[in-house]
């Protein structure tokens, strides 16, 4: 494929590089929604297991028999030393993934995030990225951040910035155009975001990312709609063919990701990145096709 | 009706009061946006207008010998001095809404805000009220700020609270069901607006503004879909059926704005209020139906 423009295509280019297929390791998979993703990821091939947790209730799932070249079981009783344990997997090089199961998210990410047994970096900003599969559009959306950062500090952005990059690189998409989104095209100093813009777009223009379009403050319409900069007469390289959104701030970002669902009928896929192997966090609220596209998105992450 | 649940009823409920028709201020109607809206309104037959501009011109549109009876001009070749004559004739009580048309927003609204000759009467709240139908949804959605307040102070959320409960009544919707939105159902501190929500929450209780469901904390599908917070836990009067969305500030509110027109194929309409009339501004962007909807809608607030 030339690029991956949707979903089908996402699963595609995890499955195939299935000689050496991504490993797993689920934290305390104990409820339906893991089991469902970690069975479907089974089916279509592009992950193996590493199932932290009661061991005896998980070897009698009833996927497990089918799949028992692939899966393995560390015996933990516990849901926040399984998450301890997981994370230490992560370390040691036994998976590429690490997944939330039934245990609440501030635990799992106290594992991630310990400063001596975690898997984040020092110095490295945890953040997530989202990638929206809509209908009626031609390509997938990649966005940021609607779950981690409150209100970025430009530092934080440049980090935002290298992710999106980064991903859509991993996607095939060679020159990703990066709209910075904001409620007016008009840069203020009142707004710090937009003269944050303003330095993110100058740093790109001197090669910081490589091959990427950057422009912004924009809004969505300009971002999306190739008439809409017409109008407004904006003259902009993103033509209203934005790759990715830099969301302002959380509040929007969250905001833009449950309308594209409720209103658009998009099919969201997350994780968490900035960490040593990507995090991925399903929420009760996910679809199945969203749970499964966001292991498939961390495990071709995890190839790069 | 019951109540308006969609554009079509709010262009009946604006033409209901035909013997006494609303008369719009239309400042330097002279942009072919502003004079589709204005004779689409003559046409549709709820509003009346005083046209501020250069009157030669506007003599000659094409609609004026039609509605010859229902349009007045006022000659100003300036189209600040415009605003200015405009914002006087309704500060005189000879028009009931204020139209924008071709100058620039922020020298219209030095006009409106002006402290000696403007329409903002002293320690009143300006603010700006999105009223959107979407297909597929049995009723419109009342929103705000997406404009004015960046973000909001706790009395400034008062002030929208009033504005959104008062147009909800308007529109016939007996007890409107007000959602506050956040990216997260919890309360925290760190973030203010949780807080204010908490505040806003308790002087709703305590009938602040009449009959009114008030709840939050919530993120967009909890406020929108009955089965979200049943999956979540979450036991909320909203039901998942909100008439209406506070948004934590401008930039999430313009980016549900933007987003349900673009992926939700929304129709907006909108007005400021706070006025002693209210006040529309369409934009480049809007839609021609969008543009005519906000006339109506203004038309329908000023009668209240």
């Known amino acids: 494929m030339q690029f991956v423009r949707n979903l089908e295509n996402l699963f595609e280019l ?31 091939g592009f992950a193996d297991f590493i199932l932290v947790g009661r061991v005896a209730e ?38 590429d993934v690490l997944m939330k199961g039934k245990l609440n998210t501030d635990n799992l990410l106290r594992a991630v995030l310990n400063k001596e047994h975690g898997i984040l970096p020092p110095g490295t900003v945890l953040s997530h990225i989202t990638v929206a599969e809509v209908p009626n ?15 970025p500090t430009l530092a934080q952005r440049e980090a935002m910035m290298g992710y999106l990059v980064k991903l859509s690189h991993t996607l095939g998409i060679k020159t ?18 937009s003269t944050d813009y303003v330095a993110l777009k ?29 109008i407004k007469g904006i003259i902009s ?13 959380i509040q929007a970002a969250n905001v833009f990701y449950k309308t594209i669902s409720h209103f658009g009928g998009a099919t969201n896929a997350g994780m968490l990145v900035g960490t040593m192997a990507p995090v991925v966090l399903p929420s009760r609220g996910d679809t199945t096709e969203g749970k499964l596209a966001s292991l498939a998105l961390a495990c071709v992450a995890a190839m790069h």
Chains 1, 2 share one sequence.
């Open 14 to 44: 995890a499955c195939s590089n299935g000689a050496s297929r991504r490993r797993v390791a689920a934290v305390y998979p104990h409820d339906a929604h893991t089991q469902e993703a970690v069975e479907g990821a089974l089916k279509r």
């Open 58 to 95: 998980l070897q009698a799932l009833p996927f497990v028999d089918e799949y028992a070249d692939r899966i393995e079981f560390v015996d933990v009783p516990d849901s926040d030393e399984a998450a301890r344990v997981a994370v230490q997997i992560v370390r040691d090089g036994g998976a």
């Open 137 to 151: 559009r031609d390509k997938l959306l990649i966005y940021s951040d609607v779950a981690v950062i409150p209100e």
């Open 176 to 193: 990703p155009r990066v709209a910075l989104i904001h409620f007016t095209e008009k840069v203020n100093p009142k707004f710090p975001v």
């Open 202 to 230: 100058e740093m790109a223009a001197q090669g910081r990312w490589g091959d990427v379009i950057v422009d912004g403050p924009m809004d969505i319409p300009t971002a999306l709609e190739p008439e809409a900069g017409q």
């Open 237 to 249: 390289p993103i033509e209203g063919q934005a790759d990715c959104l830099m969301m302002p701030d």
